[in-house]
């Protein structure tokens, strides 16, 4: 007698799955693939629109919050949609940018709330359309995606994107609205086809982006302008990168400020950075030091690189009030990248001859320039006690290092005979009548005071 022959099996089909595990892995899909499965048959069309599904995708891409959603009265699949019809061009970059500005909104609200005036709401899609058409460029989507959720902001102080001073010197960017950005795009030979992201109203300093790959820009680059003063071509300009897109640059600007990596001092944010490493303590005595460059004091050609430090010292509170002391005088030893050597000795602090007792903080800012693109510092305080007067003792400075940006030099020096230049690299200047020439050079207004130097 024949063995009955055994039914093949049927394939296994996702529509014969129950519901429960069926949405389960429906709610794997991202946005594109559940929508595609609303053409496969009706029942996954049925599922697809489930509308819990949804809410993943509008708080995943569109940062949507519960009582947003209750006020729209719509349900999450409407939503998304709706946004979707708006914004969709910018899915990949809407969040983190929309994250970013409200975190820096937050953030600023509580330190600085005036700046959080400044902001400009959003524009349309047309409005940006309509630049393009100006500038017969495109403006890459991250970029747009953020003027749609802010147009920059007005031109005031202090900028949005950071501020800078010294004795005699003040920046302060602000991050431009569409429109004045439009009216700075360059189409001039060594700035051609960039677009001023930034601007300070004191110094003319701005941040640009290259809208093409042109004069060795690489596409979205963004970068600070920096002449070559010994070249005989006015577009002979150098670069100071800041960004490889406007996504990286604003996220890592804002998150810089939201950390406290960023200090805001007397309301404005001040763009120092702080190496935790960057501490030392010297009995109930703790100095710690954050640094900055300063692109618009300095050159690639020729070399001139220029920083600022901002060094705070501090006595523990709980230091005995005996403990009290005031400085006397400074020693730096400074090494650029060369391994050249100088040594600095001075009295006092930026002409202070500060006292320091528990619980107190004293803060400065003075300056250096190096002829390397990096070097470093570190030294000693030399106090004496003011309950013993014969009593003197030194407080370690940390070394801490100054890195030059990433650069580029300008093709049009490139393609010039580089004999026409007299290049010296193996004097490190630090001299503040230097310093004050070198401001002519740059035409910078010349300021009423005097960089401190080396304080």
Known sequence: MAAPVEPEPQPLSLELLPTDPLLLILSFLDYRDLRSCCCVSRRLNQLSSHDPLWKRHCKKYWLLSEAEKTRKNQSWKAIFISIYSDLGRYIQYYATLKKAWDDL??????????????????????????????????????????????????????????SMALSNHYRSEDLLDIDTAAGGFQQRLGLKQCLPLTFCIHTGLSQYMALESVEGRNKYEIFYQCPDQMARNPSAIDMFITGTSYLEWFTSYVNNVVTGGYPIIRDQIFRYVHDKECVATTGDITVSVSTSFLPELSSVHPPHYFFTYRIRIEMSKDALPEKACQLDSRYWRITNAKGDV??????????????????????????????????????????????????????????????????????????????????????????????????????????????????
Do not use: W
């Open 105 to 162: 909104e937050r953030y600023l609200g509580q330190r600085c709330p005036r700046m959080i005036g400044s902001l400009k709401d959003s524009v349309q899609e047309e409005d940006l359309d309509a630049v393009e058409a100006q500038i017969g460029c495109k403006l890459p989507d991250d970029y747009r995606c953020s003027f749609r959720i802010h147009n920059g902001q007005k031109l005031v102080v202090p900028g949005l994107m950071g």
């Open 342 to 455: 100088e040594e600095v000795q001075g009295p006092g602090v930026v002409g202070e001859f500060p006292i320091i007792s528990p619980g107190r903080v004293y803060e400065y800012t003075s300056c250096t320039t190096f002829s390397t693109t990096s070097g470093y510092m570190e030294g000693y305080y030399t106090f004496h006690c003011l309950y013993y007067k014969d009593k003197f003792f030194n407080v370690i400075i940390p070394r801490f290092h100054m890195v030059c940006p990433t650069f580029k030099v300008s093709t049009a020096r490139m393609e010039t005979n580089h004999n026409e230049y007299a290049m010296d690299e193996d004097e490190d200047s630090t001299d503040t009548d230097e310093y004050e020439d070198r401001r002519r050079v740059l035409d910078i207004p010349a300021p009423s005071g005097r960089c401190p130097r080396h304080t």
